[in-house]
């Protein structure tokens, strides 16, 4: 009855001080009477030097402030917390499914770390040995976290072992029972004691019927209480659907708190977008009304949550006391500031956005994050300290008494907690309770549930929370909404201020898709990372967050963007992740991270005595050419060499072929030893030269090269094989030309084109490069024995080769070999800052590269068709924005062997590669190597074009001979 006379009172009589001092005058009596246990004058102890008056109880409920200074002093002198009172505590921290690598995990270690917690981890509670009594500190756990698909592991450990008074879980079981149904409100519409009652709730999940056929939610009961008390506002709406986070921190008495971010999406626009909430109704309805439209919102969800209390108090078997839950509160605006809850979910869930995965993973943890701080201050020995001077506790009767205030220790512990959490809360805002915001609703629901609203805590502990909170928001008057009209519609976005300096360079989180297991794991002072990820992996998305709102993150360099994708390819990638303060004229770099992706090769087993020979054209995962089959299959016609029986030499360097490779089953690719892979014509082979060979084929020879850095990697990889070793290389774009090749035999140059990078206006032409290309290497002779190479990625054109034929024409150079080297696969990934193509636009492409490829040998020009070969190993590209790469050229480790005697068949075309036995490869690996050209797919195009160059010789001299494999 207490309660019931308590909210009664509310209804009769004008909020304010005057409605809090009668209630309070009410209590006095009421409790005196009840139960005198409640409140006992203490004098002060005469060992306390810190002059602490006896307080009588009316003091405090006339005064809250004296109350928040007796709180002030018993948070500092008196950390109330497990038995073992100290700073280092023991939180467990449930994973379920996610891995260790997920950022979520990461955020609960640092964060719980940083507040001075001993973080343990598991999977779920039954398999957990954190939980073990016979642990050697002795200390019992005093915070556990589930996080998905282990929430019902936890409420049965909850159900079996009830947690101690100070123990924390981030679960209210009864919660979990409120909200169970797909949408979370059905029980609530269903509940006969609730029928009558204007509950602000619309039937969206459990009866879609109810919906009206222009889709405007349905509204259970009437609703003039709402819209009767300020009807201007009626007309002046809007339409939208906004998700709200809502953290409870106990249930008896219900105490919680909103976040200042939602998730919000307009009738306007087709998804979901994070933004301050203010800020929103600010500038949807202007200063005037957008704080009567949040304290509207406000008062609907702590209508549903007194309901959710209320409805399960009885059925609940247990209460956690010190246990809290984020919910997800979705509500519909319909052209009214007056909202309506469509559904309420256990959790922080931002379904609608446009990539809920990446983005809304982030937004969850800028929220959990702020959740873990209001919840759990730091832990420092000061204010976890104890004075027997300064602090006198006396145990009597079930009550702890503490400098004037008696109360039980779960009480007094959710008095602190509240306490702390009105005096720090960052960024989330009171909601419950609100001495001044009770409804007819909530007074209504205390009449039908009279046992529920007596049961758990007693009514003085409720009106000391309620003094509290009125004293807070008498002492700052909603000092979070004064700033709303500068918030703006704002998507969530750490954008610095122009006026304001990067104070703190530091990054509080490196957020990627696919997570990334980083080595060391991340913390925000340490600078360079490590991380692995598998060969199918061949993108990232990777967004860091800045610690400092004022700091501005770049990836790359200074102009890099702030979120990219990069394409992985195989082998080590750098990213290098720029902190940089803007607010000057010019933006200055302050801190640099950098983070190091390993990206294995292919999986692979050693092959076997027993093994079938399996080709696949292309990739299943790329199928640029629909007519033609993907994947793994039988490869018909191979002997156990993998050379077609009774072949002949290859008379053009496009013929039709397919990647062999040796497996126990075709019909899985995990069987086979990718280290064995080659490149087989379908009725042909291509010769390879052994190195004596090419050296004469070579001699006195002028071969030009003209293209982008594909064109580039077969002309390293032409003077790596013709010299042995490759002492000198550059990422040339310009022209180079090269006289130390073949002994000085043979001459090597090179004109990069296009020019991307300059405007359209300064490129040079193809003819102006290639004319530039050919005075550069003269004196040249009209014979073939000058050699030139030309083409490119996907730049090349049917003009091209005119112009090619121009040229030459007019320089009276008609009579040298010339070699088109055709398009291949590259720009085939969604990488930021590139253009990219299209499966549609793949195909289109391999259309036009078969006409290149006729028009060339039309010219009677010399062909290499490079899509082809790309094409079925289009993921094992190497570094580089275009994923165009197929070599790269490094150091390699010592002692050094070519690629192309590494491994015996990895890339030549139907042979072995080699010619050289054990003996020479080991006196081959002794010599000095300077660089060396890396790149399997690469070795297999350029191996055809030394075939190409050195056809005639080769027919000439009749010096091919099958080769046998370096064992």
Request: aromatic share 8%.
């Amino acid at each position: 009855m207490l309660l019931r006379r308590t909210w009664t009172l509310r209804r009769k009589c004008c909020t304010g001080p005057l409605l809090l001092l009668g209630i309070a005058v009410f209590l006095v009596y009421q409790t005196l009477v009840v139960d005198r246990s409640w409140f006992r004058p203490v004098q002060a102890n005469r060992r306390n030097k810190s002059v602490m008056s006896e307080r009588d109880h009316t003091l405090l409920l006339k005064d809250p402030e004296q109350l928040g200074s007796l709180l002030e002093m018993l948070r500092a002198n008196h950390k109330v917390r497990g038995p073992k009172r100290g700073c280092v505590e023991r939180a467990i921290v449930l994973a379920g499914q996610h891995v260790p690598s997920d950022t979520e995990v990461q955020l609960y270690w640092r964060v719980l770390q940083e507040q001075g917690y001993h973080v343990e981890q598991g999977r779920y509670a039954e398999t957990s040995n954190s939980f073990r009594r016979d642990l050697t500190d002795g200390r019992e756990w005093s915070l556990l976290i589930c996080l998905k698909d282990s929430e019902k592991s936890c409420l049965r450990k909850i159900s079996v072992a009830h947690p101690q008074p100070y123990q924390k879980v981030n679960i209210i079981p009864a919660f979990v029972g409120a909200f169970f149904d797909m949408g979370g409100t059905c029980r609530f519409l269903m509940d006969s004691r609730l029928s009558g009652l204007s509950l602000p709730i619309i039937p969206s999940a459990c009866a879609p019927s109810r919906l009206d056929q222009e889709g405007t939610p349905h509204r259970t009961g009437n609703e003039g209480s709402l819209r009767a008390q300020s009807s201007p506002l009626a007309n002046q709406g809007l339409v939208a659907t906004v998700n709200v986070y809502v953290m409870v921190t106990s249930v008896m008495p219900l105490t919680a708190f909103i976040h200042h971010t939602g998730l919000v999406r307009t009738h306007l626009e087709k998804n979901s977008y994070p933004t301050k909430l203010l800020g929103f109704f600010t500038e949807r309805l202007g200063p005037t009304l957008c704080l009567p439209a949040y304290e509207h919102m406000n008062q609907v969800i702590d209508d549903v949550l007194t309901a959710a209390v209320l409805a399960t108090a009885e059925s609940s078997s247990q209460r956690c006391r010190l246990c809290f839950q984020m919910l997800t509160f979705t509500l519909h605006y319909d052209a009214s500031v007056y909202p309506v809850v469509v559904k309420v979910q256990t959790g922080l869930c931002f379904d609608g956005m446009k990539d809920p995965d990446f983005d809304g993973q982030i937004t969850k943890e800028y929220i959990l994050e702020d959740m873990l701080k209001l919840l759990f201050p730091p832990c420092t020995s000061e204010n976890s300290s104890q004075s027997a001077e300064d602090a006198t506790i006396i145990k009597s009767g079930g009550c702890e008494r503490s400098n004037g205030l008696c109360v039980a220790a779960d009480e007094l512990q959710i008095l602190l907690q509240f306490y702390e959490q009105l005096t720090r809360p960052g960024s989330f805002d009171m909601l419950f309770p609100r001495s001044s915001h009770f409804s007819d609703l909530q007074h209504d629901l205390i009449q039908r549930f009279p046992g529920a609203a007596h049961s758990g805590m007693g009514a003085g502990l409720m009106v000391l929370l309620e003094g509290l909170s009125s004293s807070y928001t008498l002492r700052i008057p909603t000092e979070s909404k004064d700033d709303s009209a500068s918030l703006g519609h704002k998507k969530w976005s750490p954008d610095p201020s122009e006026s304001e300096r990067c104070a703190e360079p530091h990054l509080r989180q490196i957020y990627t898709d696919p997570p990334l297991l980083l080595t060391p794991p991340f913390k925000p002072w340490v600078k360079e990372y490590h991380s692995e990820v598998p060969f199918d992996i061949i993108t990232i998305r990777i967004r860091p967050e800045p610690t400092s709102m004022h700091c501005r993150v770049r990836l790359d360099d200074h102009n890099g963007p702030r979120m990219a994708n990069y394409p992985i390819g195989l082998g080590n990638s750098r990213i290098n992740i720029l902190v940089m303060d803007e607010s000057g004229m010019e933006p200055v770099v302050i801190t640099i991270y950098t983070l190091h992706i390993f990206r294995e090769s292919r999986p692979s087993l050693p092959m076997f005595d027993e093994y079938v020979m399996c080709g696949f054209i292309q990739d299943c995962g790329l199928v640029v050419r629909p007519n033609q089959p993907c994947g793994l299959e039988p490869a018909l016609g191979l002997g156990s060499s993998g050379k077609p029986q009774a072949a002949q030499p290859c008379p053009s360097g496009d013929q039709p072929g397919r990647w062999v490779v040796p497996c126990l089953s075709c019909s899985d690719n995990r069987t086979c030893d990718w280290r064995e892979v080659t490149w087989q014509p379908d009725y042909c082979y291509h010769p390879l030269l052994k190195q004596p060979q090419l050296q004469k084929c070579m001699m006195d020879r002028k071969v030009l090269f003209i293209g982008d850095s594909t064109n580039r990697g077969m002309m390293y990889y032409l003077m790596e094989r013709v010299n042995t070793t490759l002492e000198d290389w550059d990422k040339a774009h310009d022209t180079i030309v090269y006289h130390n090749v073949n002994q000085g035999r043979t001459l090597i140059s090179y004109s990069y084109y296009p020019q991307f990078w300059l405007h359209t206006s300064q490129r040079p032409t193809f003819q102006t490069a290639l004319q530039q290309l050919i005075e550069r290497s003269r004196p040249l002779e009209n014979s073939p024995q000058t050699v030139l190479v030309a083409g490119g990625v996907q730049w090349f054109s049917l003009e091209h080769l005119k112009t090619i034929q121009q040229v030459l024409q007019r320089e009276r150079l008609q009579k040298i070999v010339v070699v088109v080297k055709s398009l291949g696969l590259g720009f085939h990934l969604p990488v930021d800052g590139i253009h990219s193509l299209s499966l549609t636009g793949l195909q289109k492409l391999d259309s036009v590269n078969k006409n290149i490829l006729d028009s060339a040998k039309r010219f009677g020009y010399e062909v290499v068709d490079t899509f082809s070969i790309t094409m079925g190993r289009y993921k094992e590209f190497l570094q580089g924005r275009c994923v165009c790469h197929f070599h790269e050229v490094g150091k390699p480790s010592l002692p050094t062997v070519p690629a192309h005697r590494w491994h015996a068949r990895e890339s030549l075309g139907g042979v072995s590669v080699g010619g050289t036995s054990v003996q020479q490869a080991g006196d081959w690996a002794q010599r000095s190597v300077s660089y060396h050209v890396m790149g399997a797919v690469n070795q297999v195009y350029s191996e055809i074009l030394l075939s190409r160059v050195c056809a005639s010789y080769v027919r000439n001299a009749n010096t091919y001979q099958h080769v046998h494999r370096l064992s």
